[in-house]
DNA sequence: ATTTACCCTACTATTTTACTCAGGTATAAT
DNA sequence: ATTATACCTGAGTAAAATAGTAGGGTAAAT
């Protein structure tokens, strides 16, 4: 599990995409425009989106990208990796042969956590972001500092449990 | 919030300390041999790791690192921030003033969702990752495939709640 | 036929990662 | 005191990842 900036532009982009295209496609120059991330780019993120069943493609005039799925059954996870793929990760090729025991443990305790952080972001949808910042909107018309994480983990809780 | 593998390492590092400084410190050698990272590289984290105040150097012969804090209180987000520091991330600067509304949506989406990893990973101490694995251990002598995803959302709900 | 917008590959600049080198400083042991 | 240990620091550097450019294609609507 890897989250980085691409990860970031990936999950924005879908964001984008579960929020303008309802009714006709949406064409990467828009999402381009609105999150400001160059179009070759897009182009090679969504290559990858694709491939992965994540969105689907209509050419030609009027066309662009729309989620294959509805927007509650993509999860966070399933775009990060998407666009990452193939994240090795481990020091001794996940084989677990690295030396005797002792040293394998920090190394086997990382993968438990990745893995957890895994699950976690499984669980997350992208309705799922969208309900939740709509609920703030109404709670906070404008100002909206503090009082941040006894929300977080209600949210969370409701997410996995 | 950024999970790379310069933060995979600072995790490792502090777990890896969590486990052998009960008595006496540990060197950088000591854990550049168990865990194939780099000398100076580890250097370089651990003076992060240090002005964070996550861990405490005792020079000298016989000297090494320690956690500065006990196990269960140092969590894994503060660890990660610790060696990444400072990623600004929006592309707006932070300030909400990229162009008008519709603009700033995913973005601030995207910001509620990084929000909330950092609050999961905030509530995981170096301890949690330990004691699971000890569990998983006694749960499961050698063979280890399948029927994870149960037993990590009851972990992920211990965690949270 | 033309325009639109997806599709694809290769190339490039920038940044980050991970490491090396070359010194220093505090401390324990002799 | 001297020496060895191991932290500390900064500068430089190779490799990889990120982000973007360039230059072409192809399917489909007008």
Redo the contacts with the bound molecule.
Sequence with gaps: M?L??????AVTAMLDLAIHAKAS??????ISGRQ?????????L??KL??NDL?K?????????QLQGAADSVNIAKVIDAV?ESTDVTACGGKGNCHDGQQCITHDLWCELSEQIHSFLSGITLQDVIDKQQLKKQNQPSTDKGAESLTHNTFILSQVG
């Design positions: 890897k980085t900036t691409k990860g970031r532009y496609p949406v064409t990467l120059q828009d400001g991330i160059s179009l070759s780019y897009l182009e090679q969504f290559a694709r491939k969105v493609s209509i050419r030609g005039p009027g066309g662009g990208y990452n």
